[in-house]
């Protein structure tokens, strides 16, 4: 198991956010302090990240769930290949998700994918060696740049969730790319921090509330 870690009004990056966006810093405020684990095995976080794709979180879960039972605990690719495109369908999964797995399966397994190599590589090379793997998208690889690898400058504006706590937080329905970018650069170079923060805000149903700044 990873480390946990843990953000709070102490963090060079917590102070560095909440001095330049006072909105971000107002739900900073009602989240509070935050702890977290990194997702150690990149493998099993990308095949769950492929399950999720237009998917429910909750539903998501249930599919990881019933695969890490069927690769007796863990998801890894040499698991994964053991079974078969039945089998794996047996459990919910489309017949489009297979064979992205597969697809991802196979690079890991002839080392087209090397997830050791990414914790030295850049946020860009990263990105552009996972979406060159057919069903994995600018999303996906986002997702691993932050939730596996901790990546502090990830902005992932294709995530619907990170929208939902990015609109409440500035009362806009403008989700547009160009929009969301200009408006979030100042959170340079902390943007996966200020994202981990909606993320709660939304897990947390704070976001179910109307964002008010001063209240």
């Known amino acids: 198991m990873s480390e ?23 739900a900073i405020q009602m989240v509070g302090p935050l702890e977290y684990r ?4 990149g493998y099993g976080f990308l095949v769950s990240q492929i399950i999720g794709q237009m998917l429910s979180n909750k539903v998501a879960a249930v599919l990881t769930h019933r695969l890490l039972a ?3 605990g863990t998801i890894t690719a040499p698991a994964v290949a053991q079974l078969s495109d039945d089998a794996i369908r047996s459990i919910g999964i489309s017949h489009s998700k297979v064979t992205y797995i597969r697809n991802l ?8 994918v ?29 997702m691993y740049l932050i939730f596996s ?6 902005l992932p504006y ?10 409440w937080v500035y009362k806009t329905t403008d989700y ?36 008010h700044l001063f209240k």
């Open 158 to 167: 294709e995530d619907v969730a990170f929208l939902q706590g990015y609109g």
């Open 114 to 142: 090397d997830f050791a190599r990414y914790a030295t590589l850049p946020d860009v090379t990263v990105m552009h060696e996972l979406t060159a793997i057919k069903g994995i998208g600018n999303w996906s690889a986002k």
């Open 4 to 26: 946990l870690k843990r953000l709070d009004d102490q963090s060079p990056a917590i102070q560095y956010l909440q001095a330049k966006d006072k909105h971000l810093a107002k």
């Open 149 to 154: 690898l901790d990546r502090p400058n990830v």
């Open 176 to 211: 547009t790319a160009m929009a969301v970018q200009k408006k979030c650069r100042k959170w340079q170079p902390y943007s996966s921090i200020a994202a981990r923060y909606l993320y709660v805000a939304l897990d947390r149903g704070l976001t179910k509330a109307p964002f």
């Open 38 to 41: 990194l997702a150690d095995n």
């Open 70 to 72: 069927q690769c007796a």
């Open 105 to 112: 399966t196979t690079a890991v397994l002839d080392q087209t």
